[in-house]
């Protein structure tokens, strides 16, 4: 799990004019030896851009979690519970972040025939509705596009 008190203390020694990005990213695989059980791997980070110019630190999770989605390419459950977990790490650094410039970012492309465009509408409206904040989908999610498949490249915390 990433660690909040870690991340919380490296948001208060960074200034006012810092941003903080948060996304996920998630895939489905089998495990060797098991053909009919499929899992799904979830990556969690929080970006803070020092200063907004000076560079990121990136935190970082990986989890692994039975999949039960039925049809492959249209990965609903897997997605909103992606979903879930940003909108829950959010909430445990709401009060971290104060005043500094926050954004959400979904691992979703609202691109008619894009497999995870069966979600855009309900997680767009589950962050909406939770955070208080519109979250960016693909292709401006950086955090989630970009951050997250680097830090599952790393397998952090895995």
Known sequence: MIDIFEVAQYIET????????IGGDSHRFQKPGEKKKWYAEYTMV???????????????ENSIEPDYDSVQN??????????YKIAD???????????REIEIHLDI?????AGSSCVVQQAV????????VVPMTKPRAFAASCAADRAKELKIAI
């Open 125 to 132: 409206g589950y962050i909406r509705g939770v955070c208080n």
């Open 89 to 99: 790490l959010y909430l445990q650094l709401q009060d971290i972040i104060g005043d």
């Open 74 to 83: 249209k990965p609903r459950l897997r997605l909103m519970n992606e979903v």
């Open 46 to 60: 929080v970006v803070v851009h020092k200063n907004g110019n000076n560079g990121c630190k990136i935190f970082g």
């Open 109 to 113: 492309n609202a691109k008619e025939g």
């Open 14 to 21: 960074q200034g006012p004019d810092s941003k903080i990005y």
